[in-house]
């Protein structure tokens, strides 16, 4: 079973545009939701990560919105550059456990 | 400040033969997690150490191993070697067990033939 699902696979977006990425989650014990940046031949650096208590978290271009309710929080990259062309990952986990559950994986292509 | 540091960063190895990983967490950092990351898996939590024990453990096979010794520092084993262990091994540091902010080390790319 898929704990964190994450959409779209891949996404095409214009240099300036705004990018999404969408993933939703099973378990209502998550209380800690990291977002994460893999370049090719790198390891995933953690971008910018939520609490539950929060709906929304922004640093620089990059906003997380959270909706509890629905389980389902997403990343917003605004004024993408042809720089943030990388792949993103969303995980979670529960607080005090440092075992995260990742989603697949979005492919981000920035064209210029 | 350094980050984490995996060591090798690359290793072939023949089926069967087993292998140990090595990585160094970010000074001050304590808790230690493993993952196996691979295109068709995606990123998959394999076990994490604290204070030189296990505290979580995913769900692979008994061939996968870790430790961690006083220094923080940890080492994972494969052994009996199979295709499908091919992949991308990750390190990720903590500053302390329940402390959830995790940092990666760059990988150890593992290929059995």
């Known amino acids: 079973q898929q704990q964190v699902k994450q959409s779209p696979q891949s996404l095409i977006v214009q240099k300036g545009g705004i990018s999404i990425i969408n993933c939703a989650y099973e378990n209502t014990a998550f209380d800690y939701f990291p977002w994460y940046q893999q370049f090719p031949g790198k390891g995933p650096a953690l971008l910018i990560a939520i609490r539950p208590d929060v709906s929304e978290k922004k640093e620089g271009r990059f906003t997380i919105s959270f909706n509890k309710s629905a389980k389902q929080f997403s990343l917003h990259i605004m004024d993408s550059q042809p720089g943030d062309s990388a792949t993103y990952f969303c995980?979670?986990?529960?607080?005090?456990?440092?075992?995260?559950?990742f989603g697949s994986g979005t492919k981000l292509n920035v064209k210029p | 400040k350094a980050g984490v540091t995996q060591t090798p960063r690359y290793l072939i190895k023949t089926r069967g033969q087993q292998v140990t990983l090595s990585c160094s967490p970010i000074?001050?950092?304590?808790?230690v997690s493993w993952y196996q990351q691979t295109p068709g898996q995606g990123l998959q939590f394999l076990f994490e150490y604290f204070s030189e024990t296990q505290r979580n453990k995913g769900n692979f096979p008994g061939r996968f191993s870790g430790r961690q010794f006083s220094n923080s520092r940890s080492e994972m084993n494969v052994s009996t070697l199979e295709l499908g262990d091919s992949a991308l091994y990750l390190c990720a540091s903590s500053l302390s067990a329940g402390v959830t902010e995790a940092f990666f080390g760059q990988g150890t790319r593992l290929t059995v033939v």
């Open positions: 000074s001050g950092h304590r808790s």
């Open positions: 995980a979670a986990c529960r607080d005090n456990f440092n075992k995260f559950y």
